[in-house]
């Protein structure tokens, strides 16, 4: 059995508890509220264990909350985030669950999201899918998030021609310019394509790759 000895807030949300054995507990108001909580309060060892459990929960919610409204993020990327802060791992994946109840998370939508801010900065979709991988989106998601790709024969032919300075490019100038758009994601197909539409433009006679 411990008793509450000091109930002192912190923060418009927080407060710490202080117990007679010694023991310091950061708490939220939530916590508070649902635990009838109090100085003078006795608590049982298990009511003590609930009361930390539900307090490092609340903490690790809020942490969470912060987190998401500094910027978008997948469920795993919050997850990760919430353990690399030193939030213990079940508590980060029940706080990343609880968001993604209230719609606070949504993987598709986050994917589709990656999918325009990639292709905007001209990533094609080899590039873009190992930037889902790396976001920690799930591959299902993958194939429906790609659709929000848009056209982007002028995307390559903005970047083929701001490789290629000459009307009339050598092999070799053509192999640097088809290995830099092969880094940014996109298929040889495309490239090729690429290419002959630009030496079309040009009206130059070298041959494709």
Known sequence: MVILTELKQTGPETFLARFD???????????????????GKKLDDAEFEACRDASSLSRCKQRALRIIGMRAMSVKEL??????KGERPEDAEAASQ??????????????????????????????????????????????NAME???EQD???????????????????????ASDYLYR???????????????????????DGL
């Not at 995307?155 to 490789?163: N, P, V």
């Not at 009339?168 to 640097?176: G, M, Q, S, V, Y």
């Open 184 to 206: 940014r994601g996109f298929r040889w197909e495309e490239i090729r394509a690429a290419i002959q539409r630009y030496q079309e433009e040009m009206g130059a006679d070298a």
């Open 21 to 39: 054995n010694g023991e310091e507990l950061k708490t939220t108001l939530n916590v508070v509220m649902d635990q009838s909580l109090f100085a």
């Open 79 to 84: 997850t990760d985030r919430l353990t690399e």
């Open 148 to 150: 929000a790709l848009p």
């Open 98 to 143: 609880w968001l993604l109840e209230m719609h606070l998370l949504d993987d598709q939508q986050y994917a589709e999201m990656c999918v325009r801010h990639y292709a905007a900065k001209g990533y094609g979709p080899g590039r873009i899918r190992s930037e889902l991988y790396r976001r920690g989106i799930p591959k299902d998601l993958w194939e």
């Open 154 to 176: 002028d995307q390559i032919d903005r970047l083929l021609r701001r490789k290629l300075r000459s009307e009339d490019p050598d092999k070799n100038e053509l192999r640097k």
